[in-house]
């Protein structure tokens, strides 16, 4: 079964570098979630979309901008790197609205890298 | 989101049943009670839900006090592959909605060979 596809896999950037990773969700998901997780910590949630229109915000930093596409792929785009942006970048989709379940399905995860 | 508690690391051996225990205490009625669990920098994997009734499927079984205030996640007959970080997750209704799940610390489970 399709599985939700995240890229790149791997990204280094230098600090004050722009970054933008994409996330594939499963067909007919609606619904994108992107998380980050620091080395040792656990995931944060950062933002959501539902039918192309943001839906929940979480720590998602100024610095970083998401939007879904009108095909359900998302982007997440993060401007003027920090160190502290270096991470594991989670997406996640799953069947938003009435009929959907909750589940989440989470990609393999995109690391970034910042030197 | 109610918060909840998990112990921070459990050992279970290779072949029993593996009991993870969720404190949530201040849930609400609407809140349903999820289960997750992240095998080292894997993506997280849906494992399990449920409001207030008994949930059984091919992964696990889900445990819920008639208060709702706790619950067990029960993995019947643990493997090696089953070592991975659980994470119990309470959030508002399961009839989709684009809300972010809050992962709290979870519990390391190890399974001893």
């Known amino acids: 079964a399709a599985g939700v596809i995240q890229s790149p896999r791997h990204l280094i950037k230098e600090k004050r570098e722009t970054a933008t990773l994409k996330c594939y969700p499963i067909p007919r998901h609606d619904t994108v979630y992107w998380y980050q997780q620091g080395p040792g910590q656990d995931p944060q949630f950062l933002i959501s979309?539902?039918?192309?229109?943001?839906?929940d915000k979480g720590s998602i930093p100024d610095r970083f901008s998401a939007q879904q596409f009108s095909d359900y792929h998302s982007e997440l785009n993060m401007s003027s790197l920090e160190l502290g942006d270096s991470a594991l970048y989670f997406c996640a989709s799953s069947l938003g609205g009435p009929g959907g379940g909750g589940e989440l399905f989470f990609g393999e995860g995109s690391r970034l890298t910042v030197l | 989101d109610a918060k909840t508690t998990q112990p921070p690391s459990m050992d279970c051996a290779e072949g029993r049943a593996a009991n993870l225990p969720c404190n949530h205490s201040t849930i609400s009625g609407n809140e349903y009670v999820y289960w997750y669990r992240q095998i080292h920098s894997q993506g997280p994997q849906y494992i399990i839900h449920g409001l207030k009734n008994n949930e059984t499927n091919e992964m696990a079984s889900l445990i819920i006090t008639e208060d709702r205030k706790s619950s067990t996640l029960i993995l019947p007959h643990a493997t090696l592959r089953d070592t991975a970080v659980y994470y119990c997750?309470?959030?508002?209704?399961?009839?989709?909605?684009?809300?972010?799940?809050?992962f709290g610390k979870g519990t390391h489970l190890i399974i001893q060979p």
């Open positions: 997750i309470v959030r508002v209704g399961s009839g989709g909605g684009a809300d972010g799940l809050t």
């Open positions: 979309f539902y039918e192309k229109m943001q839906s």
